[in-house]
T-cell receptor, first 111, second 116 residues
Framework: QKEVEQDPGPLSVPEGAIVSLNCTYS??????FMWYRQYSRKGPELLMYTYSSGNKEDGRFTAQVDKSSKYISLFIRDSQPSDSATYLCAMGTGGYNKLIFGAGTRLAVHP | NAGVTQTPKFQVLKTGQSMTLQCAQDMNHNSMYWYRQDPGMGLRLIYYSASEGTTDKGEVPNGYNVSRLNKREFSLRLESAAPSQTSVYFC???????????????FGEGSWLTVV
């Protein structure tokens, strides 16, 4: 079993939809949780960082962490075609040399 | 502002050939990383350098070597390429190696390597 599980998709939604992306994990020691966005043929870029449990909001993006269920989510409101990308979750404890990435979910937002 | 720059972007190698992937960052970061990304596997750490002068193995180091040439540059070498090393390689850097909220990891744009 992988330490971090992420549905690979692809997920196809109409413009304006609310998108929910999720990851589950098995290591209860994970302390920080991140979401990266990766456009085709590009490197990942950090979208959201959350430490421990709770919610964090940044514009149209909301990250949620439920440590009791070992489950994290990224919500995208009013999705746009420019949100079409692969979204990677990542989590860890201690240094970034221990960072574990999910396999990524491909999202397509069509006009 | 270039950020993290990797070369080459695309490369085809024959089994047994060697090559070096170059990486440079212009953000004065202490820590640098090499990852590989394979379908269904996510990003996996090959080697990292917490600071200039140090390197350590990550999750999948076999078949690779690295050199932290100076604070800016961190190269990845494949001594004898194998088809299993066909992948997309990303170099990354962060100010420090700790997982703090203000300590973002910045990635390069990737190097597509095919070993035939």
């Amino acid at each position: 079993q992988k330490e971090v599980e992420q549905d690979p998709g692809p997920l196809s939604v109409p413009e304006g939809a609310i998108v929910s992306l999720n990851c589950t994990y098995s290591n209860s020691a994970f302390q920080y949780f991140m979401w990266y966005r990766q456009y085709s043929r590009k490197g990942p870029e950090l979208l959201m960082y959350t430490y421990s449990s709770g919610n964090k909001e940044d514009g149209r993006f909301t990250a949620q962490v439920d440590k009791s269920s070992k489950y994290i989510s990224l919500f995208i409101r009013d999705s746009q075609p420019s949100d079409s990308a692969t979204y990677l979750c990542a989590m860890g404890t201690g240094g970034y040399n221990k960072l574990i990435f999910g396999a990524g979910t491909r999202l397509a937002v069509h006009p | 502002n270039a950020g993290v720059t990797q070369t080459p972007k695309f490369q085809v190698l024959k089994t047994g050939q060697s090559m070096t992937l170059q990486c440079a960052q212009d953000m004065n970061h202490n820590s640098m990383y090499w990852y590989r990304q394979d379908p269904g596997m996510g990003l996996r750490l090959i080697y990292y350098s917490a600071s200039e002068g140090t390197t350590d193995k990550g999750e999948v180091p076999n078949g690779y070597n690295v050199s932290r040439l100076n604070k800016r540059e961190f190269s990845l070498r494949l001594e004898s390429a194998a088809p299993s090393q066909t992948s997309v390689y990303f170099c990354a850097s962060s100010a420090l190696g700790t997982g703090d909220s203000g300590n973002t990891i910045y990635f390069g744009e990737g190097s597509w390597l095919t070993v035939v």
